[in-house]
């Protein structure tokens, strides 16, 4: 298989990383991940756009322009062929002696491939279940960093348990999932937390935002608590991979009559035609 390395396509076996990359020993790096639709990137301009956002927020030049990046990614699809599948893309800071202090002057390393995957289609129909845990992460969710460990202890804390989903809170306010974004719909009303540092502002949140916008669905972007969570109407979450999927069971206990609410699938039939309009399914 191929890879996006440093400006090329090249072998995924020719594609190697210095011990000394600021993203392996420092975890100093940011990340996107795409879904890649009937062979097109989907909302492929919000994920670049955010891309270099998270780069700036970390004061971290990317070396290579959003077109070039691009023309990166269409030649990737094309030398890969697949249809659907995520791609995952990341600029660490590179190559310097360890040391915290950033470095000036350095290249960063620019690693982009595909992972395997088709919709969840089984989970979006059926649900999923989820526990709540406390958000231990630091105060920059904003940024899609490549330090994930946060994310990936709630996230097994959560399989351990038998589910697919660690919601976080702090100090009882819910702000997203471990590796998803957090709805509920209460009285008709789909609420989820505002795009602040304390969370990552999803590509498939705005998405639903605009849908929800154009539909004249009535959503508000404010805090909600556990309580309001475990009360709620309806809750789902959104991702890239994910898509959007109903969260029926929380520490064990049934959201509503515990089946996939009558919004949450609605809004699953627009966010598929918006794909459709995009990708040409
Ligand atoms: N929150 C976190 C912490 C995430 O890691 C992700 C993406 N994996 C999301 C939300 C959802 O973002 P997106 O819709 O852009 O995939």
């Not at 996107?32 to 004061?59: C, D, M, W």
Request: contains cysteine; proline residues 2%.
């Amino acid at each position: 298989s191929f890879i996006i390395f440093n400006g090329d396509i090249t072998d995924r076996q020719n594609a190697k990383v210095d011990i000394e990359d600021r993203g392996y020993q420092f975890g100093d790096g940011i990340y996107e991940v795409v879904r890649i639709y009937n062979g097109h990137p989907f909302a492929l301009t919000a994920h670049i756009e955010r891309f270099f956002e998270s780069a700036a927020k970390i004061q971290m030049d990317i070396s290579y322009s959003k077109e070039k990046i691009e023309s990166l990614i269409y030649a990737l699809l094309d030398k890969e062929g697949k249809s659907t599948a995520s791609l995952y893309l990341q600029y660490s800071r590179g190559i310097s002696v360890r040391n915290h202090v950033i470095p000036k002057n350095i290249n960063g390393t620019l690693v982009g491939y595909l992972l395997d995957g088709e919709r969840p289609v089984a989970l979006m129909e059926n649900g999923v279940s989820a526990i709540i845990a406390a958000d231990t992460r630091w105060l920059h969710c904003d940024i899609k960093s490549i330090s994930l460990l946060g994310n990936i202890l709630a996230k097994s804390k959560a399989v351990e348990a038998g589910c697919t989903e660690a919601i976080l809170h702090r100090d009882q306010i819910v702000t997203e999932g471990s590796s998803t974004n957090i709805w509920i719909v209460q009285d008709g009303e789909l609420i989820t937390h505002p795009a602040n540092n304390l969370i990552l502002n999803g590509i498939t949140r705005q998405q639903l935002i605009m849908i929800a916008t154009q539909h004249d669905m009535p959503y508000t972007e404010k805090s909600f608590t556990v309580t309001e969570l475990l009360h709620a109407d309806e809750v789902f979450l959104t991702s890239t991979t994910l898509e959007i999927v109903p969260i029926t069971i929380i520490d064990g206990k049934k959201i509503g009559n515990g089946k996939p609410g009558a919004i949450t699938k609605e809004l699953q039939k627009l966010f598929t035609l918006s794909i459709e309009a995009e990708c040409g399914l």
